[in-house]
T-cell receptor, first 113, second 112 residues
Framework: DTGVSQDPRHKITKRGQNVTFRCDPISEHNRLYWYRQTLGQGPEFLTYFQNEAQLEKSRLLSDRFSAERPKGSFSTLEIQRTEQGDSAMYLC???????????FGPGTRLTVL | QKEVEQDPGPLSVPEGAIVSLNCTYSNSAFQYFMWYRQYSRKGPELLMYTYSSGNKEDGRFTAQVDKSSKYISLFIRDSQPSDSATYLCAMRAGGSQGNLIFGKGTKLSVKP
């Protein structure tokens, strides 16, 4: 257990529905990352926060995706109008700025029917 | 050509064998190199973290980085069935606060 929690662990939804995932990072870490991982691939970067500021976004993050980190604590990732291609594992990583290391949560597995 | 190349395997070895896992990369700006272990349907777990070139040892695990060849390796000594997992290499550029670039992962199976 890395101390990073994600909720829910699994989500099944129908195409066109909106979904929201939550990540609670390690409390003393000020950096938070979202990645997406599909079967047989490594994680791909989506976006990054330092405290409450969203500092970097991948071109993978279409306008249907939005992420927030109010007050620099937990973060949410919302996907609007889900598509079947959004089916993946969504991983959150908590970043320790002192050591430049990232610790991953267990992930949220999304299935879009 | 992808920035990070990793043979997906699968790799099957007998218990007690020495395992060698490798990645190559193309971006000479990469300075931070990591190995993560991922069990099925779980999040990646950080195993080794190395800055720039050289070796780092932690128990049965040794990480090597050869920046001149753009090649990194992870060695596992006295492999155990519990080492069966997917091993992901990851790296990022110096001065970057941000994202890691991952290989596809190598699936390892250690047979008793």
């Amino acid at each position: 257990d890395t101390g990073v929690s994600q909720d829910p662990r699994h989500k099944i939804t129908k195409r066109g529905q909106n979904v929201t995932f939550r990540c609670d990072p390690i409390s003393e870490h000020n950096r938070l990352y979202w990645y997406r991982q599909t079967l047989g691939q490594g994680p791909e970067f989506l976006t990054y926060f330092q405290n409450e500021a969203q500092l970097e976004k991948s071109r993978l993050l279409s306008d249907r995706f939005s992420a927030e980190r109010p007050k620099g604590s937990f973060s949410t990732l919302e996907i609007q109008r889900t598509e079947q291609g959004d089916s993946a594992m969504y991983l959150c990583a908590s970043g320790d700025s002192r050591t430049d290391t990232q610790y991953f949560g267990p992930g949220t597995r999304l299935t879009v029917l | 050509q992808k920035e990070v190349e990793q043979d997906p395997g699968p790799l099957s070895v007998p218990e007690g064998a020495i395992v060698s896992l490798n990645c190559t990369y193309s971006n000479s700006a990469f300075q931070y190199f990591m190995w993560y272990r991922q069990y099925s349907r779980k999040g990646p777990e950080l195993l080794m973290y190395t800055y720039s070139s050289g070796n780092k040892e932690d128990g049965r695990f040794t990480a090597q980085v050869d920046k001149s060849s753009k090649y990194i390796s992870l060695f596992i000594r006295d492999s155990q069935p519990s080492d069966s997992a997917t091993y992901l290499c990851a790296m990022r550029a110096g001065g970057s606060q941000g994202n890691l670039i991952f290989g596809k992962g190598t699936k390892l199976s250690v047979k008793p």
